[in-house]
C-alpha cells in the first residue's frame, strides 16, 4: 500500500511540476518583445550604412546587397537546422507574397555544405512551397559583414542602404508588419 501512495506522490508532483513549467513558458512568452533584442552595431564611418557584401542568388550568380539599394530591403539570416529560423520562414514568405513590390527580400541562408547545402536548401524551400527570394552565404561574406554568431537575424534596411532596425532572434508577425510599414512610409 505504501508503495502505491509513493507512486501517487510522484505522478502528482510531475504533473504540478509539468503545469507549472508550461505556465511559465507561455508567461515568459507573452512577455517576450522582440524591440528587446541586441542591435547590431555597424563599424563603418557612416554607422547607419549598411555593411555590403556578396551571395549566391537561385541561379549560382553572385549578387551584392547594394545591388538591392534604391527600394527597401528586409535581410534574414537563417538555416534549416535552426528550429526559431524554421519558425519564422512562413511569416516572412507571407510578408514577401503582400509586400514584393515595395520591399525587397533577401533571405539569407548559411550554406555551410555540410549542414545546409545549396541543394538542399533549395528542397527544402521548395517542399515547403515558400515563395522568396533565396540567397546562399557560402563564402561567408554576409556572415562576417555582420558578425553573425546566432540564428535566425533580421536587418531592415531603408531604400538608401540605411539599417532602420536590426533584430538578434526570432522575431513575430506583427514586429515583421511593423518595420515593413517603417520601409515603406
Same mark, same amino acid.
Given at each position: 500500500?505504501?508503495?502505491?501512495?509513493?507512486?501517487?506522490?510522484?505522478?502528482?508532483?510531475?504533473?504540478?511540476?509539468?503545469?507549472?513549467?508550461?505556465? &511559465?513558458?507561455?508567461?515568459?512568452? *507573452? *512577455?517576450?518583445?522582440?524591440?528587446e533584442?541586441?542591435?547590431i552595431?555597424?563599424?563603418?564611418?557612416?554607422s547607419?550604412?549598411?555593411?555590403?557584401?556578396?551571395v =549566391?542568388?537561385?541561379e549560382?550568380?553572385?549578387?551584392? =546587397?547594394?545591388?538591392?539599394?534604391?527600394? /527597401?530591403?528586409?535581410?534574414?539570416?537563417?538555416?534549416?537546422?535552426?528550429? /526559431?529560423?524554421?519558425?519564422?520562414?512562413?511569416?516572412?514568405?507571407?510578408?514577401?507574397?503582400?509586400?514584393?513590390?515595395?520591399v $525587397?527580400? =533577401?533571405?539569407?541562408?548559411?550554406?555551410? &555544405?555540410?549542414?545546409?547545402?545549396? #541543394? &538542399?536548401?533549395?528542397q527544402?524551400?521548395?517542399?515547403?512551397?515558400? #515563395?522568396? /527570394?533565396?540567397?546562399?552565404?557560402? $563564402?561567408?561574406?554576409a556572415?562576417?559583414?555582420?558578425?553573425?554568431?546566432?540564428?535566425?537575424?533580421?536587418?531592415?534596411i531603408?531604400k #538608401?542602404?540605411?539599417?532602420?532596425?536590426?533584430?538578434? &532572434?526570432?522575431?513575430?508577425? $506583427?514586429?515583421? #508588419?511593423?518595420?515593413?510599414?517603417?520601409?515603406?512610409?
Amino acid at each position: 500500500m505504501k508503495k502505491y501512495i509513493k507512486i501517487i506522490v510522484y505522478l502528482i508532483s510531475f504533473i504540478v511540476v509539468i503545469i507549472l513549467a508550461i505556465f &511559465g513558458y507561455n508567461y515568459l512568452t *507573452r *512577455r517576450y518583445s522582440p524591440d528587446e533584442t541586441v542591435i547590431i552595431e555597424n563599424k563603418q564611418e557612416d554607422s547607419n550604412q549598411a555593411t555590403d557584401f556578396e551571395v =549566391l542568388n537561385m541561379e549560382g550568380e553572385k549578387v551584392k =546587397l547594394s545591388d538591392f539599394f534604391g527600394k /527597401p530591403i528586409i535581410v534574414n539570416f537563417w538555416a534549416t537546422w535552426c528550429g /526559431p529560423c524554421k519558425m519564422e520562414l512562413f511569416e516572412f514568405n507571407e510578408a514577401y507574397k503582400n509586400n514584393n513590390q515595395e520591399v $525587397e527580400f =533577401l533571405m539569407v541562408n548559411l550554406t555551410d &555544405g555540410y549542414n545546409d547545402t545549396v #541543394e &538542399g536548401v533549395k528542397q527544402f524551400v521548395k517542399n515547403s512551397n515558400y #515563395e522568396f /527570394p533565396l540567397f546562399f552565404d557560402t $563564402e561567408y561574406s554576409a556572415t562576417n559583414a555582420y558578425g553573425i554568431y546566432s540564428i535566425p537575424q533580421t536587418l531592415f534596411i531603408d531604400k #538608401e542602404g540605411k539599417i532602420l532596425k536590426s533584430f538578434k &532572434g526570432m522575431i513575430n508577425k $506583427e514586429t515583421l #508588419e511593423k518595420y515593413i510599414e517603417k520601409l515603406i512610409h
